[in-house]
């Protein structure tokens, strides 16, 4: 099993830019969850889905974000457009029951 | 509410034993996780806990798990350098779907 993949490794765009990161759960998972990991606030619940259906998007910090899961391997996290304030590092993780297997996450740089 | 503290940084000699901290609020929360994050990595699940048992062994990680004051210890026994990372204590709150609370971290330093 490859785990849960995420692309790209690393992005740097420009202010004002559209973003989008994607996620490859591993298969039979049926939960997705987005993160947002920066110094200043630690790891930070964005939104989950549970077999493909937002479940808590309360975490979302506005609506320049949005995300969806069109089907059970693939999700995507896009900003748009996208600001400085939202460098961080973005992880996926996906679980079936109990602990959660985390992606290498996706280093995102707005200059 | 749900909310969960760790010290932020810990600092050990090599071979010594470390132990991070933690305090949950959510009692009703099923499992207890420990997650290490080494640098540039994601967050590697360590070991776990379920909520009615009160320690966990598994080689030189020891849990404990104190349910009446809310509070969540992790031991590194012949602490090594490799050991060096973020290690985050997270919860699941009632309410299903597996979500996990993380606590900020405790970045563990180990010095020769």
């Known amino acids: 099993d490859a785990g849960v993949i995420q692309s790209p490794r690393h992005e740097v765009t420009e202010m004002g830019q559209e973003v989008t990161l994607r996620c490859k759960p591993i298969?039979?998972?049926?939960?997705l969850f987005w993160y947002r990991q920066t110094m200043m606030r630690g790891l930070e619940l964005l939104i989950y889905?549970?077999?493909?259906?937002?479940?808590?998007d309360s975490g979302m910090p506005e609506d320049r974000f949005s995300a969806k899961m069109p089907n059970a391997s693939f999700s995507t996290l896009k900003i748009q457009p996208s600001e400085p304030r939202d460098s961080a590092v973005y992880f996926c993780a996906s679980s079936f029951i109990g602990g959660y297997t985390f992606g290498s996450g996706t280093r995102l740089t707005v200059v | 509410g749900e909310d969960v503290e760790q010290s932020l940084f810990l600092s050990v000699r090599e071979g010594d034993s470390s132990v991070i901290n933690c305090t949950y609020t959510?009692?009703?929360?099923?499992?207890l996780y420990w997650y290490k994050q080494e640098p540039g990595a994601g967050l590697q699940l360590l070991t776990y806990i379920f909520s009615n048992m009160d320690m966990k062994q598994d080689q030189r990680l020891t849990v404990l798990l104190n349910k009446k004051d809310k509070h969540l210890s992790l031991r590194i026994a012949d602490t090594q350098t490799g050991d060096s990372a973020i290690y985050f204590c997270?919860?699941?709150?009632?309410?299903?779907?597996?979500?996990?609370?993380f606590g900020a971290g405790t970045r563990l330093a180990v010095h020769p």
């Open positions: 298969s039979g998972h049926n939960s």
């Open positions: 997270a919860e699941t709150p009632s309410g299903g779907y597996n979500k996990l609370i």
């Open positions: 889905f549970n077999n493909n259906v937002p479940i808590d």
């Open positions: 959510d009692s009703s929360s099923t499992y």
